[in-house]
């Protein structure tokens, strides 16, 4: 039995992922970080054994009928873990964002503030009390009945439906139809109406245009299809739709992303007229407080709003003061440029995460383990001492705070650094040291202690001379006001600053369109995939040339089998209980939905018929199973394989499986799949490639070959813009542009431009003495 009082958390026998049967003993209530390379084994420790465990135990005790759930899903692959107190997990995972949720329904302060406006606010002379629910754009109460709350009313136009208006309708000239049958078919009841389908668009009478384009009748006609020599097709009931109601329904009730992003360029939005894009009811925007109504206090940066609460009254003091001790932390958190009113999704994943850790600092939880995920993503050096603090204080309010992190400032500030290696996939997976930071320093194998303790200064690059400029702007967007930029070509780029002073606004902006360029490669850390259908072999094009090797199999020709029989993503040769997903998609009530190994298919993908065919000993589902490293020297003698397999290599991918899921790949390594994506096209030529903050996720040592790659690609002639906050990459940079000085209404132009050594000896911005500091200039 453990002692009730062990101040340990102990774990034994772990064997998740990559660890090999790791004992790790971790001491409570102190900052511990996870450190080691990429895939090395450290997220499945912290995350895949220590949390998913915590969780196990939490939904054992509240929910007994979710056991049989859990045990779909299964425990983790642990001997045991005592000590372990219930966990809170911050993961820069991206819940599904909807256009609703916002700055201030993630941190409960848009609740505060309509308690606020209820029970405090001005209300004009004679107007009843709101309830709090009436000052909410999500609720039937609160939502101004002409946009539905939204704040913009969606609206199309003639010149957006048909942008060339010398085209028949036969030769396309409603562009927001759908395409293929269905955009013949609305085409053959016009003419069936009558409508003369040949005739220029613009040649049309104005009351036919208006009607075809904008009519809600839905009539029903006999259609008689014109006849295809090759079949004879019945006639048919057809029903009209104006293409001003197929792009409104596509829009509003579209599944598919795509869709919606298509129906989405036929539409205008403008402020909704009725509440002026406030979202609420007339009688809810009536309601002032300190002057603003709701709607004007939610738009502004919490920093300010946190100010323009001061003159409260005393009866609405305890209310301003929860408030403003709400906004505290986010403020503290470097995110006080934020305004309540920002929409989820155009926040970053650091962004997000910092916010949920500041709404967790609020809600006074004690003796539990917090564990966090690179909380340094997207902070500035300036920002980390203020998350440090923040972790502290987690630390003294009475819980254990454990920490993935490569951040060395953030290591450096921990008490307690757990270190797994001593590299990644099958050579990673120990544990190399468990104990205080300072003691790393012995341990060899580590690849983190050669960063964290004296290194010599890399050698000074000669910096390029650029083949010409890239003219960016002016952009007025978001907190960029009229700003130009200007990137060298042929040249790396590092545009730096504080969070929210507008470096990816900026960098949003660079298009094609620009010169001097032919491609424009964006390098993000978004999934490859969303599903376990996409992995690494079909996104680099490599599992194409696999499936034609084993249709080319004696074994597969006798049996008629072709390469699609060797695909997991079409009926045939795939397991049909799973799709050839391998996994079964498993409903936890009130989680999201998690995936366990298909009974039937045991996770191979496919049919059993399938696996009788083998390619030189190895089944298409052990090929699958193969590591990159592997799959290397297996595929040496196939040079379209081995290609791409020497691209991913290169990038430090050896240890990920061909098959692994993409839905199990970091950001990081998604990113990295897409650059050696780009390494094995080898194509010369002036491609720009965008990075924004490629480090995120990766360990010193994975940056420095990171930078390798896109130096090289530099050498051979491209262009590389990075946002970046690692100093030391921005001190390996050609040319540097620092926005700033601070974040929101305080940044958005540009405070230094030129080499790093000029920008490191700049005055006026925060990057500055951080950035003189990596290229060891004296003072």
């Known amino acids: 039995m453990h002692h009730p009082h062990d101040p340990y958390v102990r774990v034994r026998g772990a064997r998740e992922h990559n660890l090999k049967d790791v004992d790790v003993d971790i001491p409570r209530d102190v900052v511990a970080v996870f450190t080691g390379v990429s895939g090395s084994g450290k997220s499945s420790l912290a995350f895949g054994t220590i949390y998913a465990e915590a969780q196990r135990r939490y939904f054992e005790s509240v929910a007994p009928y979710a056991r049989r759930l859990i045990h779909q899903v299964g425990a983790p692959k642990v001997a045991e873990i005592s000590g372990l107190p219930p966990a809170v997990s911050l993961e820069q995972r991206r819940s599904a964002p909807t256009s609703r949720s916002s700055v201030g329904t993630v941190t409960n302060l848009s609740n505060s503030l309509r308690m606020l406006f209820s029970r405090a606010g001005d209300y004009p002379p004679g107007a009843a009390r709101l309830d709090s629910d009436a000052f909410s754009p999500n609720t039937a109460a609160g939502a101004c009945p002409e946009c539905q709350g939204l704040g913009r009313v969606h609206r199309t136009t003639e010149e957006l439906l048909v942008p060339d208006p010398s085209l028949s309708i036969r030769d396309g000239a409603i562009a927001a139809w759908p395409g293929a049958w269905q955009g013949k078919n609305l085409r053959d009841i016009l003419d069936a109406l009558g409508y003369d389908v040949d005739r220029p668009w613009r040649e049309l009478p104005a009351g036919q245009r208006e009607w075809i384009l904008f009519t809600d009748e839905q009539p029903v006609v006999t259609v008689h299809p014109v006849r295809d020599a090759d079949r004879i097709q019945r006639p048919y009931q057809g029903t009209y739709m104006s293409a001003h109601r197929y792009v409104m329904k596509t829009f509003s009730d579209s599944k598919s992303p795509a869709l919606r992003a298509k129906a989405e360029r036929f539409l205008t939005a403008a402020p909704c007229a009725v509440c002026d894009g406030g979202r609420l009811r007339p009688e809810a925007l009536a309601v002032t407080f300190g002057g603003r109504n709701i709607a004007e206090l939610a738009a502004l940066p919490l920093a300010e709003l946190a100010a323009s609460l001061d003159g409260a009254s005393e009866a609405a003091r305890v209310l301003t003061d929860d408030l403003r001790s709400r906004i505290a932390p986010v403020v503290e958190l470097g995110l006080g440029y934020l305004s309540l009113d920002r929409p989820t999704p155009t926040l970053s994943a650091g962004e997000l995460q910092r916010l949920r850790l500041a709404t967790q600092l609020r809600s006074g939880l004690f003796g539990v383990v917090y564990v966090l995920d690179e909380p340094s993503a997207g902070l500035h050096p300036a920002d980390t001492e203020a998350l440090l603090t923040v972790l502290g204080r987690l630390k003294a309010a009475g819980n254990s705070v454990f920490v993935v992190e490569h951040h060395l400032d953030v290591v450096r500030g921990a008490d307690w650094i757990v270190d797994v290696g001593p590299r990644a996939g099958e050579h990673g997976g120990r544990v190399l040291h468990s104990g205080p930071v300072a003691e790393l320093a012995a341990v060899s194998e580590s690849a983190t202690a050669r960063f964290l303790f004296a290194r010599s200064p890399a050698p000074a690059r000669e910096v390029r001379a650029p083949r010409g400029r890239l003219k960016v702007g002016p952009v007025t967007r978001h907190n960029l006001r009229d700003l130009t930029a200007e990137f060298p070509l042929g040249a790396l780029t590092a545009v730096t600053g504080v969070s929210g002073s507008g470096k990816s606004t900026l960098i949003g902006e660079i298009t094609e369109e620009l010169g001097g360029v032919d491609r424009l490669v964006t390098l993000d850390q978004r999934p490859i995939g969303r599903t376990p259908r996409s992995n690494l072999a079909t996104y680099t094009g490599l599992f194409d040339v696999v499936r034609k090797e084993f249709a080319a199999t004696e074994a597969a020709r006798e ?110 390594e998604a990113q990295r799949i897409k650059l050696a994506a780009e390494l094995q096209r080898g194509r010369r030529g002036h491609t720009l490639y965008l990075l924004d903050e490629p480090t995120t996720g990766l360990h010193p040592a994975d940056v420095e070959l990171l930078m390798h790659h896109l130096h090289a690609l530099v050498d051979a002639g491209n262009t590389v813009i990075v946002v970046e906050h690692d100093m030391a990459v921005v001190a390996g940079a050609d040319w540097v542009v620092d926005l700033g000085p601070g974040g929101g209404e305080a940044g958005g132009r540009i405070v230094a431009a030129g080499p790093p050594v000029a920008v490191a000896r700049a005055s006026g911005g925060r990057t500055a003495s951080y950035l003189a500091r990596a290229l060891r200039l004296s003072a």
């Not at 996770?603 to 089944?619: C, I, K, M, S, W």
């Open 559 to 668: 049996r008629g089998y072709g390469v699609g029989r060797f695909s997991f993503n079409v009926a045939g040769g795939r397991c049909e209980t799973c799709q050839g997903e391998g996994f079964v998609s498993v409903e936890l009530l009130f989680l999201p939905s998690t995936y366990a190994p298909c009974p039937d298919c045991g996770g191979a993908r496919y049919n059993p018929d399938t696996l009788e065919v083998t390619y030189r000993g190895l089944t298409i589902a052990q090929v699958l199973d193969l590591t990159v490293e592997a799959a290397a020297e297996f595929f040496a003698g196939t040079p379209a394989v081995a290609r791409s397999l020497r691209a991913l290599l290169d990038v430090g991918l050896g240890y990920l499986r061909l098959g692994q899921p993409a839905t199990e790949l970091s950001g990081g």
